[in-house]
């Protein structure tokens, strides 16, 4: 099994940045790929960025492709989501989950087996 506990979310301004983290513990070693989801109040939980534990192979949302990095840190079990240019319309839940299962689904929540209890993300306008 594994515990995530995603932390760097707040209150920020329109066009500012923020780094949120999702630390992994527990069997980090059968982790095949880490992935950032995001549900606003009234709406479907949406797909923002996965990355594999031990490559460098990256996915992005179209909606956060060119503001948003996703990066891991394999010697601190932590990935990183970092959000540039944000928008009101970023405002969400952000949660990281992780599968063990070499799936290429990665940019569907179905893949994921284990998730984070979220952290809260507002930008005002």
């Known amino acids: 099994q594994v515990q995530l506990v995603e932390s760097g979310g707040g209150l920020v301004q329109t066009g500012d940045s923020l780094r949120l983290s999702c630390a992994a513990s527990g069997s980090t070693d059968s982790i095949y790929g880490v992935g950032w989801f995001r549900q606003a109040p009234g709406k479907e939980r949406e797909f923002v960025a996965a990355i594999r534990w031990s490559e460098s192979n990256t996915y992005y949302a179209n909606s956060v492709k060119g503001r948003f990095t996703i990066s891991r840190d394999n010697a601190k079990n932590t990935v990183y989501l970092q959000m540039s240019s944000l928008t009101p319309g970023d405002t969400a839940v952000y949660s990281c989950?992780?599968?063990?299962?070499?799936?290429?689904?990665?940019?569907?929540?179905?893949?994921?087996?284990?998730w984070g209890q979220g952290t809260q993300v507002t930008v005002s306008s």
């Open positions: 989950a992780a599968t063990f299962a070499r799936t290429v689904w990665l940019e569907r929540f179905f893949a994921y087996d284990y």
